[in-house]
Every structure is written in structure tokens, then in C-alpha cells.
């Protein structure tokens, strides 16, 4: 038999016993049974979330959690789920333009309301509420956890016996999931637009490139500011494999030695520039390659060099009072590694910096959350409760692919690159794709695949053209100036609100995602049930509404106004929808 032919074969098998097995249920259900959807009444002051709309999920494939707002008839007549993520789409617009998108309310029938993430999350942020989930765990693993806290914080981690190889086994989560997103990468500072920077190249054909690597410069302040004078490159092992002192294009005013550990005579004959350790560095890390650091946006900014794939311990390790504070590199060294650095009084030591801040990320990603507990038990004293940051006894987080995995459910994630990869799992079918039409067209080939059991794909056009627009500060203008005319004219009646400004732009988009929808939903068999969840509404403009406030720019509009257009936005923005539809 040919390779073909067996794989024809195993196709064949799969299908049957599916088919089997529906013909089971069918058999104890009667031939005219069917699954169906039964929402709920909302009770006083309850709110569904994202948690509630991804248990949804949990629930009808695996081993989850039965949901209170909505009865599931006849569940396992449900062959599988459909996920489908419409950032941008928040109750305001689908109610004002439901003629527009009345596919929605045919499949899926009336929404109900979903309590978004703060606006100050990013997208990523509710991708990772509906692609994560809450699992059951047995008490004694709980337990185990809490020693193994205790361990780590006793004896921190080491990079002796470190590899690439060994990060890959028992993750919780793969290592691609602690870089920073590109929201992230915009709020704290990584994005530049100077020409004069150079970008981190792919690696070369059969070349095998560096999966990691830490990085630490040592500046000196000259009369055009900071500038760079030493870099240091170590591989996971620690190994270092650049190490080399800068001199500045320019004369040094301040060796700054208390911090930088350059001195006067370190520099004394040193010839290399920068753009000989912007050769050095770029021949070492690719595109592809994880840099590791702690605010690393400093050391990319000396470096004059732009690399997206980023984990920065000053990040990965949050601050207790919130986004805003960072804790010091030192500080994290001497509660997670039980030693201490930069405490010579010779300056830094951007070798011993590097290493340090590898060995903390290593410990967040082999333990996951587990470090976070550790922190707060170390800085703050708090070695009670669960809800600082460490899992229950009896709850734990996993990606949901994975759990669905483990009840013996075959999955197909349907996004772009940077997601497939983040929430993948090692039995899921990952496809890339690169815009709506494309995730419309594989997915529909997926739902036909009888042993696939659940579909996640995306539709961003909407979310684009709100960035889009965002982005274009002339147009954002003009767009404070009528909604702040909008709130500031007076009514008779009513509560005063911002309504949308539909261009044609926008109705077409509307059109072709309610197109699309259509088009999902009638290619699904008998009893799939689809999901439709819209997450927030147009957070691009409040997100850049509050960065012009935060850094107090000068606007042709009175500031007060703009917080209260930004006050109903972000209201607007929070209130997203979930549509539930069974094919029948």
C-alpha cells in the first residue's frame, strides 16, 4: 500500500468512526433530535465576560465548567465548535448598523452584552482570555506547586546546565508567549521610526541561528546625550559571545562610571564604533531570535538597531502598583536568584547583568506564575492567598488547545503568525494566514473535516480600520471636534452620547464581515455550533486619546472635553457582544 493510499485510509477510518459515533448519540436522542442553544435570564447585577463565553467552549468539548447563563440541549449531538474573534465591533455599532449586519442575527439570533477588558489592555489581552482557560486541579498537585514555590525561591535557577532543549519539555506555556506584543513593544518606547536604524535581518538559509540571547549595553552621556560605549551579548548557557567597548562618535562629558562601570582609562585606545559592533551584533542576532534584557528599549536605542522579538524582565516581572513602576534588575536578582548585583561600587558589570536577567526570564518561563507568588511573598511579606498571582488549590491556567487535547479533541487555530504560534499546541493544526479572506476560505475547509472539533480564526479588517484612522491625526482631529460637539450640544431628553460616524469606508467593511459570516455559517454540518465573540469596540482611538493626555500635548481642544469624549468612548468601547448559533 502507498503512503497515499494509507493516509486515504486513515481519513477514511477517522471519518467513520466519527460518523459512528453521531449515529450513536442520534440513535439514544431519536433520528429527529437536535442540538439547540437556551439563553438564560440575565439576573440582577451579573455581567457575562470573556471567561464565561470561552467556558462555553470548555464545556461542550472537554472536561470544563457548566456555565449558568446559558443551557446546552442535547450536547453531545454538538460535533464541534467555531470560535470566530471580531475585534472592533462593540454593541453601539452592531445595534446602529444591524441592517448592515444581518447575517449576525440570522445565524446566531439576539447577542448578548459581554463585559470587555479595560481598555488599556490590548487585543492580545483578550485573545489570551478566550485561547486560555481555567482547568480543575487535584489537590495534591496544588501542593506540589506550593513547594516547588519555595524551592525556586530558596535556590533560583541556574544556567549551567541551561539549553534550548530543555526549555521545550513540561512548558506551561511556549517561550514566544512572554515576548512582548506589539502594543507592548509601542508603550515602552521600541518602536522607532529613525533612519539611521538598522533592523535585525532572517537568519541565512541552513544557517542554525541563536533561538536566545541576553543583552546589556553600558552608556556614557557625551554632548548629544547618551551614547553607547560598552555591549554585551550571552548565549543561554551564559557563555559570552560579544563583549566589547565603544567609542563614542562623540566627546564624553560624563563617563557616568557610577552606573555604566566605564572609566577614563577603559576607553584609552579603543578604536571600535558603532557601526563595528552593529556588525558584530547583527551577525549574531536574527530576526528570529528571542532578545532577552531588562528595559531593553535602552540598550536597542544606544545600539541604534530595531528588533521586535523581545522578552524584558523589567515586563515580565510586574510591579504590584501596576504598569507604570518597573522593578530594579538588582531587586529581582536578590529575591528570585538569592544573590547580589551591582553592588561593587565600580558601576555595572554588563556581563553580570545579562546573566542575571536571562536566569529570570528561565525561571518565568519553566515556572510560569509561580514566580510571580514568590515576589510578592519576598517584597511584600504576603504569604497568604491565592490571589495574588498564584493559582488556587484546585484551579490552574492552560492554553485551551491543550485542554482540549487532553480530551481527546483536534483542534485548528486559523490566525496570523505571531498568534498561531503563541497558543498552538503540539496536537493542533496551526495555520497562518494573512487577512480575512483567507481565514474565511480555510476555515470553511476546516469545519468540513470531520475530525476536527474546534476552529478559532479572526476577522481584523474592522480592527485595522480603526487603527487606521486613529493613526491619521488630521482625521482624529476632526473626529474630537463633532463628538465633543456631539456631547457638549443640548437635549431635551435622553442621555447625551457619541453616535458613529459611518463613512462608506466603514459600511463596506461592515458589509463584507457580515458576508463573511454568512459564509462561515452555512458551511457547517448539522448541530456545529458557532460562537461569535466581538471583545472591544474601537480601543485604537481611546488608546491614543489617553497617550495625548498622559503626555499632555498641545491640542486645539480644551482638555477637559477631550477626558469626557475619552470617558465615553472607552464606555462604548468595553461593552462588546456574544452571538451563539447551533446549525440546524
Request: with cysteine; charged share 25%; glycine share 6%.
Amino acid at each position: 500500500m502507498s503512503s497515499t493510499d494509507a493516509e486515504i485510509e486513515r481519513g477514511n477510518e477517522g471519518k467513520t468512526d466519527a460518523n459512528s459515533n453521531a449515529k450513536a448519540f442520534f440513535d439514544v436522542y431519536g433520528p429527529e433530535a437536535r442540538a439547540d442553544i437556551v439563553l438564560k435570564e440575565t439576573e440582577a447585577n451579573s455581567t457575562l465576560n470573556l471567561q464565561d463565553v470561552q467556558g462555553l467552549a470548555t464545556w461542550v468539548l472537554a472536561e470544563g465548567f457548566m456555565p449558568s447563563w446559558v443551557f446546552i440541549k442535547n450536547k453531545p449531538l454538538i460535533p464541534k465548535v467555531v470560535m470566530l474573534y471580531i475585534p472592533g465591533l462593540d454593541a453601539g455599532l452592531y445595534l446602529s448598523q444591524s441592517k448592515l449586519l444581518k447575517s449576525f442575527k440570522e445565524c446566531c439570533g439576539i447577542p448578548r452584552a459581554v463585559l470587555a477588558l479595560s481598555c488599556a489592555a490590548d487585543g492580545m489581552h483578550t485573545i489570551d482570555a478566550l485561547l486560555t482557560c481555567k482547568v480543575k486541579r487535584k489537590r495534591d498537585e496544588a501542593e506540589h506547586i506550593q513547594k516547588k514555590a519555595a524551592r525556586i525561591s530558596q535556590q533560583g535557577t541556574s544556567l549551567s546546565n541551561a539549553s534550548v532543549l530543555d526549555l521545550k519539555d513540561d512548558l506551561p506555556f511556549p517561550v514566544t508567549y512572554y515576548t512582548l506584543t506589539a502594543k507592548q513593544l509601542e508603550d515602552n518606547g521600541y518602536c522607532h521610526k529613525d533612519p539611521e536604524f538598522l533592523s535585525t535581518l532572517p537568519a541565512p538559509s541552513g544557517t542554525p541561528g541563536h533561538e536566545i540571547l541576553a543583552l546589556d549595553c553600558e552608556m556614557c552621556i557625551t554632548r548629544k546625550g547618551f551614547e553607547l560605549t560598552r555591549v554585551t551579548l550571552v548565549d543561554i548557557t551564559g557563555q559570552v559571545l560579544l563583549d566589547k567597548l565603544v567609542k563614542p562618535a562623540n566627546a564624553i562629558t560624563d563617563y557616568n562610571t557610577r552606573y555604566s562601570g566605564i572609566t577614563h582609562e577603559m576607553l584609552e585606545g579603543v578604536t571600535t564604533t558603532l557601526a563595528d559592533v552593529q556588525e558584530d551584533f547583527l551577525r549574531l542576532v536574527h530576526k528570529e531570535t528571542i532578545l532577552v534584557g531588562h528595559s531593553l528599549e535602552n540598550d536597542l536605542l544606544a545600539l541604534k538597531i530595531h528588533h521586535d522579538l523581545v522578552i524584558d524582565t523589567a515586563i515580565l516581572y510586574r510591579h504590584p502598583r501596576g504598569q507604570s513602576y518597573k522593578t530594579a534588575l538588582r531587586v529581582l536578582t536578590r529575591k528570585f536568584l538569592s544573590r547580589e548585583i551591582q553592588d561593587s561600587g565600580n558601576g555595572h558589570d554588563s556581563v553580570e547583568d545579562a546573566r542575571a536577567t536571562l536566569e529570570l526570564a528561565l525561571l518565568k518561563i519553566r515556572h510560569g506564575l509561580v514566580d510571580y507568588f514568590i515576589f510578592l511573598v519576598c517584597f511584600f511579606g504576603i504569604t497568604s492567598g491565592p490571589s495574588f498571582g498564584m493559582p488556587s488549590s484546585t484551579l490552574a491556567r492552560k492554553k485551551l488547545l491543550t485542554v482540549l487535547s487532553d480530551s481527546g479533541k483536534t483542534s485548528s487555530l486559523i490566525d496570523n503568525f505571531s498568534i498561531v504560534k503563541r497558543y498552538a499546541s503540539e496536537l493542533s493544526n496551526a495555520i497562518p494566514v494573512s487577512s480575512d479572506d483567507e481565514a474565511l476560505l480555510k476555515a470553511r475547509k476546516e469545519v468540513k473535516n470531520d475530525r476536527v472539533h474546534f476552529i478559532w480564526t479572526q476577522f481584523t479588517e474592522l480592527f485595522s480600520y480603526f487603527k487606521k484612522q486613529a493613526d491619521n491625526d488630521e482625521k482624529l482631529n476632526t473626529s474630537i471636534a463633532e463628538m465633543i460637539a456631539l456631547l457638549t450640544c443640548s437635549k431635551p431628553t435622553g442621555r447625551k452620547s457619541i453616535a458613529y460616524n459611518v463613512t462608506s469606508e466603514l459600511r463596506d467593511i461592515l458589509k463584507r464581515i457580515d458576508n463573511r459570516v454568512k459564509s462561515l455559517y452555512s458551511s457547517l454540518p448539522s448541530n456545529a455550533m458557532l460562537v461569535i465573540c466581538t471583545g472591544h469596540g474601537d480601543i485604537a482611538v481611546v488608546q491614543k486619546l489617553r497617550k495625548m493626555l498622559s503626555e499632555q500635548r498641545e491640542t486645539a481642544h480644551c482638555r477637559e472635553k477631550i477626558v469626557k469624549v475619552l470617558e465615553e468612548l472607552q464606555a462604548q468601547a468595553e461593552v462588546g457582544l456574544c452571538f451563539l448559533g447551533i446549525k440546524h
